[in-house]
Each structure stands twice: as structure tokens, then as C-alpha cells.
Nanobody, 123 residues
Framework: QVQLVESGGGLVQAGGSLRLSCTVS????????MGWFRRAPGKEREFVAA????????DYTDSVKGRFTISRDNAKNTAYLQMNSLKLEDTAVYYC????????????????WGQGTQVTVSS
């Protein structure tokens, strides 16, 4: 059974930082691109960041470039999203996703999803 479990969400003031974690079980972690998506209130889910199987390549949506960093530890079957300089508009439920991929590139698609973790940025 495949499980993606996010943690690390919470309430933070604007300008602050949070680090999300996504621990994966039930699949061969190292052959999956890992991604983070988010859904803000009243909006559709959107892509945030992705990282290739080895961690060598990353991809970010424009609104988080320079503020968010995606990483992974294949020995721990865990992906991370370091979020700095958080803004009010970053408030959303953040979802971890895994996409099986044959090349070492980040993917904006998903085969499996986590349950989500709430990030709330206050003024």
C-alpha cells in the first residue's frame, strides 16, 4: 500500500519560514519524481515544486522561485519543501505527490498523493 504522509505545516507570520516533509512508503522512492502542490481557499490545486529522482534537477512555479527549496533524501524516502519569506498568498493546503518516471527529470504530474498539510500565513 502506497502512503505519502506530509508533516510540518502550521501557522506562521508573514516573512517567516516552515519546512514541510513528505515520508513515502510502499513504492521504490528513488524511481519517482517528487512534487509539491497546493490548494488555496476557493482556488484549484496548483503546482509548486518538483525534484528529479536523484535530486539533481528541480522545477518551481514562478511565484515561489527564490523563496522555496525542494529537496529529497532517498535513504530516508523523504522529500522536503523549505519555505522562506512566506507571504499571505502562500496560505493553502500543501500536498506531496509522487510520479513514476523513467528519466531523471522533475515532473509536474502525479501518480500518488498525500493527504495534505495546512499552511497558514498571518499578517
Amino acid at each position: 500500500q502506497v502512503q505519502l504522509v506530509e508533516s510540518g505545516g502550521g501557522l506562521v507570520q508573514a516573512g517567516g519560514s516552515l519546512r514541510l516533509s513528505c515520508t513515502v512508503s510502499g513504492l521504490s522512492f528513488s524511481i519517482y519524481s517528487m512534487g509539491w502542490f497546493r490548494r488555496a481557499p476557493g482556488k484549484e490545486r496548483e503546482f509548486v515544486a518538483a525534484i528529479s529522482r536523484s535530486g539533481a534537477s528541480t522545477d518551481y512555479t514562478d511565484s515561489v522561485k527564490g523563496r522555496f527549496t525542494i529537496s529529497r533524501d532517498n535513504a530516508k524516502n523523504t522529500a522536503y519543501l523549505q519555505m522562506n519569506s512566506l507571504k499571505l498568498e502562500d496560505t493553502a493546503v500543501y500536498y506531496c505527490a509522487a510520479k513514476k518516471i523513467s528519466v531523471d527529470l522533475p515532473s509536474r504530474r502525479a501518480d500518488y498523493w498525500g493527504q495534505g498539510t495546512q499552511v497558514t500565513v498571518s499578517s
